[in-house]
C-alpha cells in the first residue's frame, strides 16, 4: 500500500537543522533564511489602463464627461448628498481589529434595539463588514424577534457560551445565530428573566474575547440604564459608544446627565424619532455639542420603519430618503471611528 504524502503549508524548502552542538558554541540562534528577492510581476493595471464597469472599459472624452455633468445636474440636492455619503463609506478602510461598539441610554423606550439593528445592518451591507450585533439588555430583549422567523434561531449567548471549547470556526455557530438577508448576525439574549440574571460582565468578557474572532464589529444592545454591573462593564470593554436618546426634554437632559458623568471619548449621539423643523431639536443638538460629541445623527419618526422592523421585512433602500439619509450617516460616524 502506497504511503500518503504528507501536506506542507507551502512549497519553499524546508529549513535545515543546525547543529545544536555548533550553536552551542557560537551561542548565537539560528539565522533565519534571507527572502527571495521581489521578482515584477504583471500589474492588472497593466493590461487594464482605463476603469472597467460591467464587462466594458470606460472611455473618458468629451461626451463621456459630458454626460456625467448631466447626470449630475439633474440630481436633487438630496441624491448628492446621499451619493456622497455612500461614497464615503465605501472608501473607509475598515478596521484594524474586532471591535466592541455599546449602544446605550439612561432611558427606556428611546430606540436602543432600533438603533443597534439599522447601524448593523448598514455597516454589514454598505462596509462589508463582518458584524454581529448581541442582546445585552437584561429584560426580555427584543433584538433578535427582528430577524425574519424562517432564519431565526431559538438558541441564545447562554447555550453559546455553555459550547465556546467546542466551537472552532465560523460554521459552527450558525445554530446560535440570526442572520438577516444584509449578512448582519443577530445572537439573542435568554427568553427567561432568570437565566439572564445568571450571565455576569465576566461571562460576557468570555463570549466577546471569543467573538473577536469571527468578527470585524460586535454591537451591544444594552439594556436601560448605565449604572449597573453590565452596562458598566459595556462601556468599558467597549471601543466606542452610541448614545440613544429623544428630543423631549424630560430625556434629552437624563441622556446629557449621564454623558457628563461617563465622559466618553469615541461616542455618536442618536436622536431618535426627531422633528427635522422642530425648535426643540435645535436646543438639544446645541447642548449636545457642548458635550464634544462631535457625531450627531438625527432618525426621524417614519412609520414604514416602524413596519419593517415589526414585520421582519427591514430593507433600508426600501426607506425614503429622510429616513435613510440619517442611517448611513450613523454607519459613517461610527464607521469612522473603527480601530
Not at 460591467?54 to 448628498?81: M, P
Not at 474586532?98 to 432600533?114: E, H, L
Not at 430577524?147 to 472552532?168: G, K, M, Q, Y
Request: charged residues 25%; positive net charge; aromatic residues 4%.
Amino acid at each position: 500500500m502506497t504511503e500518503p504524502i504528507p501536506l506542507r503549508p507551502d512549497r519553499r524548502p524546508a529549513r535545515s537543522q543546525a547543529d545544536p552542538s555548533e550553536q552551542a558554541a557560537t551561542g548565537r540562534p539560528e539565522r533565519a533564511p534571507t527572502p527571495p528577492a521581489r521578482e515584477s510581476t504583471l500589474r492588472r493595471a497593466d493590461v487594464y489602463s482605463r476603469p472597467v464597469v460591467d464587462g466594458r472599459e470606460v472611455r473618458e472624452n468629451a461626451w463621456s464627461r459630458l454626460r456625467a455633468f448631466v447626470t449630475y445636474s439633474l440630481q436633487s440636492a438630496g441624491e448628492r448628498k446621499e451619493a456622497e455619503v455612500g461614497a464615503q463609506l465605501a472608501a473607509l478602510p475598515g478596521p484594524t481589529r474586532s471591535n466592541t461598539v455599546a449602544v446605550i441610554s439612561p432611558k427606556g423606550g428611546v430606540g436602543k434595539t432600533t438603533s443597534t439593528f439599522v447601524l448593523g445592518n448598514a455597516l454589514a451591507s454598505h462596509m462589508k463588514l463582518r458584524v454581529l450585533a448581541i442582546d445585552a439588555n437584561p429584560d426580555f430583549g427584543t433584538l433578535a424577534s427582528l430577524a425574519p422567523d424562517s432564519v431565526r434561531s431559538d438558541r441564545s449567548l447562554v447555550d453559546l457560551l455553555a459550547e465556546l471549547d467546542r466551537i472552532n470556526s465560523g460554521p459552527e455557530m450558525r445554530p446560535y445565530i440570526s442572520q438577516v438577508p444584509t449578512g448582519l448576525h443577530l445572537l439573542a439574549a435568554p427568553a427567561h428573566a432568570e437565566v439572564m440574571d445568571e450571565v455576569t460582565p465576566s461571562h460576557y468578557g468570555e463570549i466577546l474575547a471569543f467573538l473577536g474572532r469571527f468578527y470585524d464589529v460586535v454591537l451591544l444592545d444594552c439594556g436601560t440604564g448605565i449604572g449597573d454591573p453590565l452596562a458598566r462593564f459595556a462601556v468599558e470593554r467597549s471601543d466606542q459608544t452610541v448614545v440613544v436618546s429623544t428630543p423631549e426634554w424630560i430625556t434629552a437632559s437624563k441622556v446629557l446627565g449621564a454623558l457628563r458623568q461617563l465622559r466618553l471619548e469615541r461616542s455618536t449621539l442618536v436622536l431618535n424619532q426627531a422633528e427635522s423643523d422642530a425648535a426643540s431639536r435645535k436646543v438639544v443638538e446645541a447642548n449636545f455639542r457642548k458635550e464634544r460629541m462631535r457625531h450627531r445623527v438625527a432618525i426621524p419618526y417614519d412609520l414604514r420603519l416602524r413596519t419593517m422592523l415589526d414585520s421582519a421585512t427591514y430593507s433600508l433602500e426600501g426607506l425614503d430618503r429622510p429616513v435613510r439619509l440619517p442611517v448611513k450617516r450613523l454607519a459613517l460616524a461610527v464607521g469612522e471611528q473603527l480601530v
